[in-house]
Nanobody, 129 residues
Framework: QVQLVESGGGLVQAGGSLRLSCAAS????????MGWFRQAPGKERDFVAA????????DYEDSVKGRFTISRDGAENTVFLLMNSLKPEDTAIYYC??????????????????????WGQGTQVTVSS
């Protein structure tokens, strides 16, 4: 049974930092591209960051470039999202997602909700002004 469990969310002041973690189990982590998405109240789930199954490539939504960093640890089956210089508009529930990715696509990153086949339950991030 595939499980993705996010942690690390919380309340932080504007300008602060948080590091989100997503622990994966029940899947072959090394064969999965990973992504982070977020959903604010009343809005759609939006792409934040992605990392290829090889870890060699990353992609970011424009508003988080230079502030957020996605990384993965194969030994721990975990993907991270380091968020710096947080802004009130970053407030949302953050979701981790996994996509089965064939070896020939190991360098690819995926940015659409529909690309992913497994999701975590989310962790709340609230940034106060």
């Amino acid at each position: 049974q595939v499980q993705l469990v996010e942690s690390g969310g919380g309340l932080v002041q504007a300008g602060g930092s948080l590091r989100l973690s997503c622990a994966a189990s029940g899947l072959t982590f090394s064969a999965r591209a990973m992504g982070w998405f977020r959903q604010a109240p009343g809005k759609e789930r939006d792409f934040v960051a992605a990392i290829s199954r090889s870890g060699a490539n990353t992609d970011y939504e424009d508003s988080v470039k230079g502030r957020f960093t996605i990384s993965r640890d194969g030994a721990e089956n975990t993907v991270f999202l380091l968020m710096n210089s947080l802004k009130p508009e970053d407030t949302a529930i953050y979701y981790c997602a996994a996509k089965e990715s064939a070896y020939i696509w190991r360098a690819y990153t995926y940015t659409r909700v529909s690309d992913y086949d497994a999701w975590g339950q989310g962790t709340q991030v609230t940034v106060s002004s």
